[in-house]
């Protein structure tokens, strides 16, 4: 039931830079609601990455960028590191749906 | 600071029942949300519904019909109830903080989850 689209995997070597696409639509991202990304290793709860588009919380490397233009959001990843390999998820609000909705997910492998 | 309790293993047509305690922090707030998503094995995130201290609900339109979520803040915690689950309800359970102004509110922070299986 996503309505978020990202690509379903990603790669990078080590020390590249790498980004993700979330496209969504006129009734989520392209209504003004802002993105938020999250990073999710295997077995572990999702973690937030990113609030209100490009806003960093506490604690995560300036190496993680946001951006957001028209329908679409994107994650940039810079200077890749190992321990960046993990799904990463979008999120937004959607006024059709009247409630949040993620992305698809995103496998981000470091070569 | 968020914490999940309830059954792993539901029978089919029962009803799921879980429950998220909050500590350090409290659910008498009028500053956040509290959520409820979850994710099947090996897919995404679906969010399930959001209550706030006022008792009022919002919940996915998928699952509507079947969802309930309560809050107690006295005993600082929030609970959810899905009636009639099928196997194809199987998936780790997270609850989590609704953080954020209207437009841009984010789930922060999250329950480490619990795997509820739906299996005879």
């Known amino acids: 039931q996503s309505v978020l689209t990202q690509p379903p995997s990603v790669s990078g070597a080590p020390g590249q830079r790498v980004t993700i696409s979330c496209t969504g639509s006129?009734?989520?991202?392209?209504?003004?609601?802002?993105v938020q990304w999250y990073v999710q290793l295997p077995g572990t709860a999702p973690k937030p990455l990113m609030h209100?588009?490009?806003n960093r919380p506490s604690g995560v490397p300036d190496r993680f960028s946001g951006s957001k233009s028209g329908t679409s959001a994107s994650l940039a990843i810079s200077g890749l590191q190992a321990e960046d390999e993990a799904d990463y998820y979008c999120?937004?609000?959607?006024?059709?749906?009247?409630?949040?909705?993620f992305g698809t997910g995103t496998r981000l492998t470091v070569l | 600071q968020l914490q999940e309790s309830g059954p792993g293993l539901v029978k089919p047509s029962e009803t799921l029942s879980l429950t998220c305690t909050v500590s350090?922090?409290?659910?008498?707030?009028?500053?956040?949300?509290w959520a409820w998503v979850r994710q099947p094995p090996g897919k995404g995130l679906e969010w399930i519904g959001s209550?706030?201290?006022?008792?009022?609900?919002y919940y996915n339109p998928s699952l509507s019909s079947r969802v309930t979520i309560s809050i107690d803040t006295f005993e600082n915690h929030f609970s959810l109830y899905l009636t009639s689950v099928t196997a194809a309800d199987t998936a780790v359970y997270y609850c989590?903080?609704?953080?954020?102004?209207?437009?841009?509110?984010?789930?922060?922070?999250w329950g480490q989850g619990i795997l509820v299986t739906v299996s005879s």
């Open positions: 989590a903080r609704l953080v954020g102004t209207t437009s841009r509110r984010s789930f922060d922070p």
């Open positions: 350090a922090d409290s659910t008498r707030t009028s500053s956040y949300y």
């Open positions: 209550i706030y201290y006022t008792g009022n609900t």
């Open positions: 999120q937004s609000y959607d006024a059709t749906l009247s409630g949040y909705v």
């Open positions: 209100g588009n490009t």
């Open positions: 006129s009734s989520n991202i392209g209504a003004g609601y802002d």
